[in-house]
């Protein structure tokens, strides 16, 4: 079957295992956020049945897809990106019609999202996932000899991935938490979500595909639609499941949470929640760029209708004349741009809300151009005093969309002080100059408690897909500091370490097999070699 024939006609059924399946709950339809216009077809939602159908072949493929060979592995994580790369005027089609986002924009999503899974492909090639360790036995030690011992991770079991309403393509159906669990050896099930069911449909069809051309366990793969406080919270309970990623809001996440712990079995969730990111303009970069700097911070806070979980959120400063500088370029910036659409009527009507009790709370510096269109996200700039800042609760609170706060600090004590009261954030940015280095090196010795990733003199939307990015960060940031949705350490989530112990030497795994079968990097008595 070709792609065109993968991708010629939307079905409004979900994926099991193979299997498309219709939904027997309530119908919904995407919504285009730039007319209001529903968009077939209808996607009725699935229940209980569906959430243990998926996962009971999740569980059933995990045996055999955990036993695939890292080339195996690999080669089909290739032919999904093969397959979506071959769809991808079909994807942006479908995606700019449910998300309002603009087609170059999800032109380049489509690659970041098959970049990813290749990226895995290569983690998978390398090796080091293994996490490979070997402690020789020391027979003669004394007083008591030393057994031997060797290391490796392996697979957690079958996945629970929820879709993103801002990324249609590399947050969700086949994004950074399924291309990592699957690198990983774990079946997914993902729970698409409702504002781009018809994308979602797409991509699930091209997994399926790739699951076919490589031969994996039918189960390695499920595609499911439904109500996300009652489908996503039994498919979180489900026994089956063994770990959750989630991209969303921090009532969401932390939903999830709590019923993953409440099982019998507890099992992890990595949620990536709510942050505000705040940039800090040091004296020595207001002094000789201020304009320059207003005008950039506009260019991120408005880039996707600021519906980036990485948004310029926060803009703390020591008040003084050139902190005005940069207010007022940002404010003659922001008053030409348009007020696009935002993704969904729902995250619309949320943003006018926060943009209404922030109006309340603080000076309302810089506006948008407003527009006659729907849903639309017209740009908002505030300016409040730090003692005002830190006395209250709404200020703190994320608007998601293009909405800023700046905080005047008198001094940079108060800066500092600011630092220490925010929660966690997924990154901070500090823009210097040298002679700022001093405050600097304070403020990142602060700010590495508090972010996940620390820039200086750039800003924050953007998310580089390598081996170093983190993308995490202290809670409500994300629900687990320790690691990251982006990048090839992604992968750890879904691993754990196992030790092996005088096991006789037939019965060892690949990775810590005596001679190296699989040519891996391993460290063998404390010293990492090949050998």
């Given at each position: 079957?070709?792609?065109?024939?993968?991708?010629?006609?939307?079905?409004?059924?979900?994926?099991?295992?193979?299997?498309?399946?219709?939904?027997?709950?309530?119908?919904?339809?995407?919504?285009?956020?730039?007319?209001?216009?529903?968009?077939?077809?209808?996607?009725?939602?699935?229940?209980?049945?569906?959430?243990?159908?998926?996962?009971?072949?999740?569980?059933?493929?995990?045996?055999?897809?955990?036993?695939?060979?890292?080339?195996?592995?690999?080669?089909?994580?290739?032919?999904?990106?093969?397959?979506?790369?071959?769809?991808?005027?079909?994807?942006?089609?479908?995606?700019?019609?449910?998300?309002?986002?603009?087609?170059?924009?999800?032109?380049?999503?489509?690659?970041?999202?098959?970049?990813?899974?290749?990226?895995?492909?290569?983690?998978?090639?390398?090796?080091?996932?293994?996490?490979?360790?070997?402690?020789?036995?020391?027979?003669?030690?004394?007083?008591?000899?030393?057994?031997?011992?060797?290391?490796?991770?392996?697979?957690?079991?079958?996945?629970?991935?929820?879709?993103?309403?801002?990324?249609?393509?590399?947050?969700?159906?086949?994004?950074?938490?399924?291309?990592?669990?699957?690198?990983?050896?774990?079946?997914?099930?993902?729970?698409?979500?409702?504002?781009?069911?018809?994308?979602?449909?797409?991509?699930?069809?091209?997994?399926?595909?790739?699951?076919?051309?490589?031969?994996?366990?039918?189960?390695?793969?499920?595609?499911?639609?439904?109500?996300?406080?009652?489908?996503?919270?039994?498919?979180?309970?489900?026994?089956?499941?063994?770990?959750?990623?989630?991209?969303?809001?921090?009532?969401?996440?932390?939903?999830?949470?709590?019923?993953?712990?409440?099982?019998?079995?507890?099992?992890?969730?990595?949620?990536?929640?709510?942050?505000?990111?705040?940039?800090?303009?040091?004296?020595?970069?207001?002094?000789?760029?201020?304009?320059?700097?207003?005008?950039?911070?506009?260019?991120?806070?408005?880039?996707?209708?600021?519906?980036?979980?990485?948004?310029?959120?926060?803009?703390?400063?020591?008040?003084?004349?050139?902190?005005?500088?940069?207010?007022?370029?940002?404010?003659?910036?922001?008053?030409?741009?348009?007020?696009?659409?935002?993704?969904?009527?729902?995250?619309?009507?949320?943003?006018?809300?926060?943009?209404?009790?922030?109006?309340?709370?603080?000076?309302?510096?810089?506006?948008?151009?407003?527009?006659?269109?729907?849903?639309?996200?017209?740009s908002a700039v505030f300016t409040t005093d730090a003692d005002v800042f830190l006395d209250s609760e709404v200020l703190q609170q994320e608007i998601f969309g293009a909405s800023s706060l700046v905080v005047r600090c008198a001094n940079a004590a108060q800066l500092r002080e600011v630092t220490t009261r925010l929660e966690g954030q997924l990154t901070a940015t500090i823009h210097s100059e040298e002679s700022d280095h001093a405050e600097a090196a304070a403020l990142l010795e602060l700010l590495e408690l508090k972010a996940g990733r620390i820039l200086f003199n750039g800003w924050p939307t953007g998310v580089e897909v390598g081996h170093a990015m983190v993308h995490g960060g202290p809670h409500p940031a994300t629900s687990d500091s320790r690691t990251t949705s982006v990048g090839s350490l992604a992968i750890e989530r879904f691993l754990r370490p196992v030790a092996y112990q005088d096991i006789p030497p037939a019965l060892l795994p690949a990775p810590v097999a005596d001679g190296n079968p699989e040519r891996i990097w391993r460290r063998i008595d404390g010293e990492l070699t090949?050998?």
């Open positions: 079957m070709t792609t065109a024939q993968r991708t010629a006609e939307l079905t409004g059924q979900m994926i099991i295992a193979g299997d498309h399946v219709t939904g027997t709950g309530t119908a919904v339809h995407a919504v285009n956020p730039a007319t209001d216009e529903p968009l077939g077809p209808a996607y009725a939602h699935g229940g209980a049945d569906h959430v243990a159908r998926a996962a009971a072949a999740a569980a059933a493929a995990f045996s055999a897809y955990r036993g695939t060979s890292s080339e195996n592995r690999a080669a089909f994580l290739t032919t999904i990106a093969d397959h979506l790369d071959s769809a991808r005027d079909d994807l942006v089609e479908r995606a700019v019609a449910e998300t309002g986002l603009p087609g170059a924009r999800l032109t380049g999503e489509v690659g970041r999202t098959s970049g990813q899974l290749r990226l895995f492909a290569s983690v998978l090639r390398e090796g080091s996932w293994h996490g490979a360790r070997i402690d020789q036995a020391q027979p003669d030690r004394t007083p008591l000899p030393r057994a031997d011992i060797r290391q490796r991770t392996i697979p957690l079991g079958p996945v629970a991935v929820f879709g993103a309403s801002n990324f249609p393509l590399a947050f969700s159906v086949a994004g950074g938490d399924t291309a990592s669990a699957l690198a990983a050896g774990c079946p997914v099930v993902v729970k698409a979500h409702d504002a781009h069911p018809g994308t979602a449909e797409l991509v699930g069809r091209l997994i399926t595909a790739a699951v076919q051309d490589t031969g994996m366990p039918a189960g390695t793969f499920s595609l499911l639609y439904g109500e996300g406080r009652d489908l996503g919270i039994a498919l979180v309970t489900d026994p089956r499941i063994k770990a959750v990623g989630f991209t969303g809001s921090r009532s969401g996440g932390r939903a999830l949470v709590h019923a993953a712990a409440a099982r019998p079995e507890p099992i992890p969730v990595y949620a990536e929640m709510s942050s505000i990111n705040p940039v800090y303009l040091l004296p020595g970069a207001l002094r000789a760029r201020a304009a320059d700097l207003g005008r950039a911070f506009v260019g991120s806070l408005t880039m996707g209708a600021g519906q980036f979980c990485t948004n310029p959120g926060l803009v703390i400063a020591v008040d003084g004349p050139d902190l005005d500088v940069f207010v007022a370029a940002a404010s003659e910036t922001l008053a030409g741009m348009a007020a696009p659409p935002m993704l969904t009527p729902d995250i619309a009507r949320s943003y006018a809300d926060g943009v209404e009790k922030f109006t309340a709370a603080a000076e309302i510096v810089a506006r948008g151009r407003d527009t006659d269109g729907p849903n639309a996200c017209r090949r050998d």
